[in-house]
């Protein structure tokens, strides 16, 4: 597959007098070319043939590299918040609200947020830098002349599994949130675990849940589909490799910000027309 790069670079040695010009250059060549890459991974996704097993492979490799790391933070991040907000909301009277109030910030924002970044560092890198160094040592290359197609094998197995993956990694991480705050609040005093469990799904609603949830699939989206393109037009040997991972990072991280951004736009809109 062409790089859009490529087509579309001026092949001038002039210098640039404006830098920038050159930098907003570069972000357009960059959005062209992630655009053109998307667009050619959903033509290529609902032809067959279909790697379900490559898929299968990836999903399995995603979930289990990442479960230890998201299972302590999401632990940490549900002690460590219970823990701060307690004397606040005991100030106020209020501690017994403390598992609701935990329960919809884990939810609706620190839990899908917190955990998406934490894939887009350890599963984007790795991506963009598995995908680098098989651009570099020409292994794709050698596909397409062997008549495999790797945007089907490479890039959709990679790209669906993240985007199915990352969900459920987010619930996995709300559910150790949830144990990591019920042993918070047992640290000054006492409380039943399903008496605590009632208390933190009477304050969730669907409108808490479902955006949250939906938005999920476009951070594992988004994850996928940025480390596959920054690996897949690596450049400049090992060196581009590390540049290819370190930017899948950056710009997973980048976008995963707004897609939060804008989904809770969308959420506030959708609570208002169901209220």
Not at 3 to 19: A, T
Not at 83 to 112: D, H, K, N, Y
Not at 214 to 239: L, Q, V
Request: contains cysteine; proline residues 4%; charged residues 15%.
């Amino acid at each position: 597959m062409l790089n859009i790069k490529k087509i579309f670079r001026k092949q001038d040695n002039q210098p640039k007098q404006n830098s920038e010009y050159s930098y907003f250059e570069n972000l357009l060549l960059e959005l062209g070319g992630l655009s053109h890459f998307t667009l050619q991974f959903f033509k290529k996704l609902f032809r067959p043939p279909y790697e379900h097993r490559e898929f299968l492979r990836q999903s399995y490799k995603i979930g289990l590299s990442t479960l230890p790391l998201i299972g302590i933070t999401g632990f940490i991040m549900g002690l460590v918040l219970t823990l701060q907000s307690r004397p606040v909301m005991t100030e106020f009277g209020a501690e017994s609200w403390l598992p609701g109030m935990v329960s919809v910030s884990i939810v609706r924002e620190i839990g899908p947020v917190i955990t998406a970044l934490i894939c887009a560092g350890k599963i984007g890198s790795g991506i963009g830098a598995e995908l680098g160094s098989m651009r570099v040592t020409e292994q794709i290359d050698a596909m397409e002349v062997s008549g495999t197609n790797p945007m089907k094998y490479l890039v959709a197995t990679r790209v669906l599994a993240t985007t199915f993956m990352i969900p459920l990694l987010v619930f996995y991480s709300d559910a150790l949130s949830f144990l990591g705050s019920y042993i918070a609040v047992n640290l000054h005093g006492f409380i039943s675990f399903p008496l605590f469990i009632t208390q933190a799904f009477d304050s969730l609603h669907y409108y808490d849940l479902v955006p949250a949830t939906i938005k999920t699939f476009f951070f594992g989206f988004s994850i996928g589909i940025i480390g596959c393109y920054k690996g897949y037009f690596s450049e400049n040997g090992t060196e581009g490799v590390g540049k290819a991972a370190n930017s899948a990072v950056v710009i997973s991280s980048l976008v995963i910000f707004i897609i939060d951004l804008i989904a809770v736009q969308l959420s506030e809109v959708f609570h208002i027309f169901t209220i």
